[in-house]
């Protein structure tokens, strides 16, 4: 037996069910986000998790039937296209993380936690947003805002003097 042009990992089990299992392991990282697997398992399920995401990003009506054909629901593909699509949008490749975690008690298995990065993407953004929110609102804003409140604060002592 010859092992040159083989790719992936064999994961102690047959084709078939491997296949399975990759396609029910991306489908609940695309539902939960978040899955704790052995490392190997991850290593092997990312690579297919970030070609799905290049599939939908083309949003095309075969890009569509392909990633119905990998994901195991409907509610996974409706997921996938609409909400992690456009979080993904300005990223080109990177969609998961890798975190090894402790071994797994019973057998000692590596485990890891395999992530999407979502929230990178968002970060960036906000930080511009505020430093230039921060830089302009200092002198203007805080003063303006101030002026209004004890406005308000002297009115109100008024009031009460007056009434009292």
């Not at 102690?12 to 986000?33: F, M, N, Y």
């Not at 119905?68 to 409907?74: G, N, S, V």
């Amino acid at each position: 037996m010859h092992r040159h042009g083989y790719t992936g990992r064999k994961l102690s089990a047959e084709a078939g069910p491997r296949r399975a299992l990759i396609r029910g392991q991306v489908t609940s990282l695309v539902l939960h986000e978040v899955i704790q697997t052995t490392e190997a398992k991850a290593k092997e399920v990312a690579p297919h998790f970030e070609r799905l995401v290049t599939y939908a990003k083309k949003g095309t009506l075969a890009s569509g039937r392909a990633l119905r054909a990998q994901l195991l629901t409907e509610n996974a593909v409706q997921k996938l296209l609409q909400e992690l699509v456009p979080a993904f949008e300005g990223r080109q490749g990177g969609y998961t993380r890798i975190v090894k975690l402790e071994n797994r008690r019973g057998d000692n298995a590596p485990m890891a936690q395999l992530s999407l990065v979502l929230n990178e993407v968002a970060k960036p953004k906000a930080k511009a947003d505020t430093k230039t929110a921060k830089a302009s609102s200092k002198p203007a804003k805080a003063t303006k805002a101030a002026e209004p409140e004890e406005a308000q604060v002297v009115e109100e002592r008024e009031t009460v003097e007056a009434a009292s």
